[in-house]
């Protein structure tokens, strides 16, 4: 089917249903353990739901990294790799695909979105270019910054930080506040590079159009400052420009992406999200870039046949990477998102609009306004969530962030709770189950309290830190939910 022309399937019956464009041929089983058990869980694990064993968790939202159903295809493609240290056959045809994908003719492979940040981090940012701009930042991209002395400014519209809203592209650039940054930075000959994230994780899964991306490299290119893409969350990204961009309407996938490659001087991505397996890779139309940057490879990653990747990831990588280029492949999670995001607001839970990509993203700050932001709102909803549900959702909010250098608290922008839907994983009943217990932890938000840490880890707290709660709202909580769901579950 040509990919020219998008039609959603609609209902004749007018319901407006996300419906699956593949079928389920292996399952894994889920357990649902009672709400009493999940407190118990919880209080060990510190409140953080990175910490909680997936054996006690019935609905895995915490991201879509590495955790996408593959297709068979894939699956296919894992038996055939060529296992050797250097010249792997397997590599070559990542490369190839890569080359096809983007049009760009250097790639280099890396284990993981947050490595080739780590090699693009200490290729570029020193004492002489510490500044990074980018649209918003992203937790493992700012730490490497932040690591190399350097720092991350952003660019962002004010428009695309308010959680409500119709815009449809709240992850664009502010040219003009890009203007102003460089100024402020000392002039492009002190940025290391301007960024774009696209879709921009952090502030709810939103996009960048095409439009936006082609004026930043075009005052990049004006100006002398190197442009990198971040691509982890393309598929998404090229989902809505397909639909919500008018001259991208009857354009095939494979054009767009060549486009915004061609609007770049470096692009790379998580291969954890883009392509459904598990890696990375860093990619330039520029020969000299790619001097550069190959000399880490080996020293971080791996031999630069496989840059840290075992040969069945990259094969089953190459693979999703061309699936990318199937609109009913990609429209998936941004549909899953949209259903979700509808059933919450029915029941009016505040939710970031317009729906997104990766996942929806619940609004802890209209949801209980009564914690402050240094009681870890997100953090707090998140573990509320789990003891009524059993679904696992990250933080991104505050705790997020890290200590300002005087140690204060970094407020965030947004306390979000995220609903990750990796892709082809979930189904519809599934998500109508959280929908209605996160419905049910809406009428009875006047319970919930705030969080404080009892151990911080210095960098990326987020992912190891523990807390406990503020009070014993959880326990009301839990007692709550038994005297109105007495099975408990
Ligand atoms: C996940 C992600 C990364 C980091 O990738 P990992 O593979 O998890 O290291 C970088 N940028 C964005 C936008 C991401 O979503």
Redesign the pocket.
Same mark, same amino acid.
């Given at each position: 089917m040509s990919d020219c022309t998008y039609t959603r399937v609609t209902f004749f019956s007018g319901e407006n249903l996300p419906l699956e464009m593949h079928k389920a041929r292996m399952v894994q089983r889920v357990h649902l353990i009672p709400a009493k058990e999940r407190l118990g869980v919880l209080t060990r694990t510190g409140n953080n739901t990175f910490l909680l064993p997936n054996r006690d968790v019935f609905l895995d939202m915490l991201t879509d990294?590495g955790v996408n159903a593959m297709s068979e295809a894939q699956y296919a493609a894992m038996l055939m790799a060529d296992d050797s240290y250097a010249g792997s056959e397997t590599f070559y045809r990542l490369e190839k695909t890569i080359q096809e994908f983007f049009g760009v003719e250097y790639f280099l492979p890396a284990h993981?979105?947050?490595?080739c940040?780590n090699i693009i981090a200490s290729t570029y940012v020193s004492p002489e270019t510490p500044t990074v701009i980018t649209n918003y930042h992203?937790t493992?991209?700012k730490a490497h910054v932040l690591l190399r002395g350097g720092r991350v400014l952003e660019a962002i519209s004010d428009a695309g930080l308010k959680t409500v809203s119709d815009l449809p592209f709240k992850g664009d650039y502010d040219l003009a506040k890009f203007d102003a940054l460089v100024n402020e930075a000392g002039g492009p000959s002190k940025i290391a590079f301007a960024r774009i994230?696209a879709g921009t994780?952090l502030i709810g899964g939103q996009p960048v159009s095409l439009a936006n991306m082609r004026e930043v490299s075009a005052y990049c290119r004006k100006n002398g400052i190197r442009l990198i893409y971040?691509a #982890?969350?393309l598929a998404d990204n090229l989902f809505f420009i397909k639909t919500r961009e008018k001259e991208c309407l009857n354009r095939p996938l494979g054009d767009l992406v060549k486009e915004i490659a061609s609007l770049m001087d470096i692009i790379y991505f #998580?291969?954890?999200?883009l392509g459904c397996a598990r890696g990375?890779g860093i990619c330039t139309p520029k020969r000299d870039e790619y001097l550069r940057l190959r000399d880490l490879v080996p020293l971080y990653e791996g031999f630069l046949t496989y840059g840290g990747m075992s040969v069945r990831e990259m094969e089953a990588m190459a693979v999703g990477i061309r699936e990318t280029l199937d609109i009913h492949n990609i429209s998936q999670t941004p549909l899953f998102v949209e259903a979700l995001g509808q059933e919450l607001t029915a029941k009016d839970v505040p939710v970031v609009t317009p729906f997104g990509g990766l996942g929806c993203h619940v609004d802890a700050s209209r949801f209980i306004p009564q914690v402050p932001q240094d009681q870890y709102p997100a953090a707090a909803l998140a573990s509320a969530i789990y003891l009524v549900s059993g679904v696992r959702g990250m933080e991104r909010g505050t705790l997020s962030e890290s200590r300002n250098p005087d140690g204060s608290e970094h407020l965030s922008n947004m306390e979000l709770v995220r609903l990750a839907v990796p892709k082809r994983v979930f189904s519809h009943s599934q998500l109508k189950y959280a929908a209605d217990r996160i419905g049910w932890l809406y009428r009875h938000r006047d319970l919930v309290g705030g969080l404080v840490f009892e151990d911080e880890p210095k960098t990326l707290r987020f992912f190891l830190g523990r807390l406990k709660p503020v009070g014993d709202w959880q326990e009301r909580l839990v007692a709550k939910f038994l005297e109105e769901m007495p099975s408990g579950l």
């Open positions: 990294s993981q979105g947050r490595a940040e992203f493992t991209t994230e994780n971040d #982890s969350l #998580s291969g954890r999200k990375g």
